[in-house]
């Protein structure tokens, strides 16, 4: 018996999946727990449809995400902080960071920010923006003192 998925199940796929399973199981289990949906022509033509749009809203962002990656890398920020003989009264943190890129128009969550190592000192440094699993940004810091 051909099903649709309307929620992910365990062993058997994820939502808007069309699948052959046997009528016992279908009718007994599946169709009770309204997990699945009986598969006829023009269901299966809707969630494919269904299953198009969302590629295309993911592929739309995914662009998103770059556009926003590239236009991080040209991105140089300087922070001016307390500091002494070259070392800084305290830490440059994730927030820091994050409002300084707010500045730019530049909206950067928090976690997003990977810092390697604690800055502590006056320098420059590169600080890696992970905006997804596969698109990252670096961006250059300035560290001065005031």
Known sequence: MKVILIQDTKNLGKAGDVKDVSEGYA?????????????????????????????????????????????????????????????????????????ELRKSNLDVLEKCIIMEKVIKKTGVYEIEIKLDATIKARIQLEVSGE
Request: proline share 1%.
């Open 27 to 99: 009718r007994n289990f599946l169709l009770p727990k309204k997990l699945v949906a009986v598969a006829s022509e023009g269901i299966v033509k809707v969630v494919q449809e269904k299953k198009e749009e969302e590629r295309v809203r993911e592929i739309a962002a995914v662009e998103k995400l770059r556009a926003k990656a590239r236009q991080l890398e040209k991105e140089r920020i300087s922070l001016k902080v307390k500091e002494k003989k070259g070392k800084l009264f305290g830490a440059i943190t994730k927030k820091q960071i994050a409002d």
